[in-house]
């Protein structure tokens, strides 16, 4: 096999030895060429199944990686799967010759325009406020302005809630009456609405576990709160949450199109064999729409049937069978091409350089190529949907996006406490991935419509989802 496109094919190079060398010599020679092809094709799938495994490590972002890339992964401990997708999202940096290379300055990165400013001025010196010319005082004609990032470290204080009481002195009879609490997330919490939305946005969104949150608040507070009373805040915020996402699904079941993905995660069985099952999320969205994760305990159709129900628009999925009877009978199933180019990335493992490769390789090629084929073409309708519904994305990866702040979590909260919090951790996620998706800040959303959310009535509650919310207050 060439390693260098400029050095002559295999056959052609044992050609010209057949021809200069002497039969034995020859022989010995051709052996040790194939022994050397051989080996050359080992190190080929040996490298590919290394790179292979590297990718399911760190998942389907760093596909673009380079192997060098990969192996330096492995040097740095805890790597997040969030800096590999930011690691594989660079655009490529274009190759120039040594003597044509010139750095060029990026430019001074602008900050956000709606982050509030704190001007601070600073003041001449006192010998630049008087002119070396004359010995005038100078007049200030401007300013020289420059902006940095800046940031306050999180203050803790006590807030002290006095409510007025008023009575009649001439008719004592009538009692006392006391100015009306506020409603609040959780009714007499030693906490603030603030903390406790704090502490669900930092596992749920910042994906920083409850054992480090506690420790934490002790650190910086000086309070002393368990990982135990935490849990019970989330639990507290994920009940709530349950019937504002099943307002969240009823509104995607009224549109067109969604696409579907699932994700194991694991649950915490308490049985006294201290083993998790395996459990599943399975996650519907709509493109730059709302987003809605469903818990279940299996991988089976009856996840997927009751959610849908009798949806009749547009399905598009990564091809998982169970997916293929559920819903009306006019919903339309569409597949994504990017699953179906993962399988050609799976399939096609070796790639010969040359074109005179040796016929095993040519074999390899061919069965993979009738395999990858075989894939598409059972997929092929699906595959086309985008030409007939233009509203179509070519590939679901909005959906498998939506999935990182599970897997994120496989690596920081690690699995679901029971069976019972899966429907409340599947509520808290869809209410913090839709806020993510849509640009709406999540600690405000949560901060006005969590307080008092369980006394509403569920024909509001279609008024409180985060795409109705924003319309309203924006």
Known sequence: MSANPSEPPFDELLEQLKSALPEPLFATVSKKFLALQYAELKIQVLEERLRLRRIQI??????????????????????????????????????????????????????????????????CTAEQ??????????????????????VEPAKYFVVVTKREKRACKSCEERGVQAAPLPPRIIEK?????????????????????????????????????????????????????????????????????????????????????????????????RPHGAVVFDFRMGRGREGPKRFLG???????????????SVGGPKMVHAACWSHSRRKFVEAVKLHPQDAEAVGIVRLIDELFAIDAEAHTLALWPKLTRFLEYPELELSNNLAENSMRPVALGHKNWIHIGSEQAGPKVAAILSVVETCRRLNIPVREY????????????????????????ASQNR
């Not at 002393?224 to 935490?230: A, C, F």
């Not at 009798?310 to 293929?324: I, K």
């Not at 008092?452 to 279609?462: D, M, S, V, Y």
Request: aromatic fraction near 6%; proline fraction near 6%; charge should be negative.
């Open 129 to 150: 406020c008087v002119c070396g010319g004359c010995g005038r005082e100078t007049t200030v004609i401007g300013y020289e302005e420059s902006e940095q990032l800046d």
């Open 310 to 324: 009798n949806f009749d628009g547009l399905l598009q999925s990564d091809g998982y069978a169970v997916y293929d």
């Open 189 to 285: 919490s030693l906490v603030s609405d603030r903390v406790v939305i704090d502490t669900v946005v930092s596992k749920y969104a910042d994906h920083c576990p409850l054992y480090r949150q506690s420790a934490m608040l002790e650190r910086d507070s000086g309070v002393e709160l368990s990982r135990q009373t935490l849990d019970g805040w989330v639990m507290r915020v994920g009940e709530f949450l349950v019937p504002l996402a099943e307002a969240l699904r009823q509104e995607l079941l009224r549109g067109s199109y969604l696409q579907a993905d699932e994700t194991p995660v694991g649950v915490q069985m308490h049985d006294g064999n201290g083993s998790n099952h395996l459990a599943y999320l399975w996650q519907y969205g």
């Open 58 to 123: 760190y998942g389907p972002g760093s596909e673009k990686l380079t192997n060098e890339q990969l192996e330096l992964l492995e040097l740095e401990p805890g790597v997040s799967t969030a800096e590999v997708q930011a690691e594989s999202a660079r655009e490529p940096v274009p190759v120039r010759p040594a003597e044509k290379r010139v750095r060029q300055h990026p430019g001074r990165q602008a900050l956000p325009a709606e982050l509030p400013r704190v001007e601070r001025v600073i003041a």
């Open 446 to 469: 949560l901060a006005a419509v969590l307080p008092g959310l369980a006394e509403t009535p569920i024909h509001r509650l279609l008024q409180l989802t985060p795409i109705a919310w």
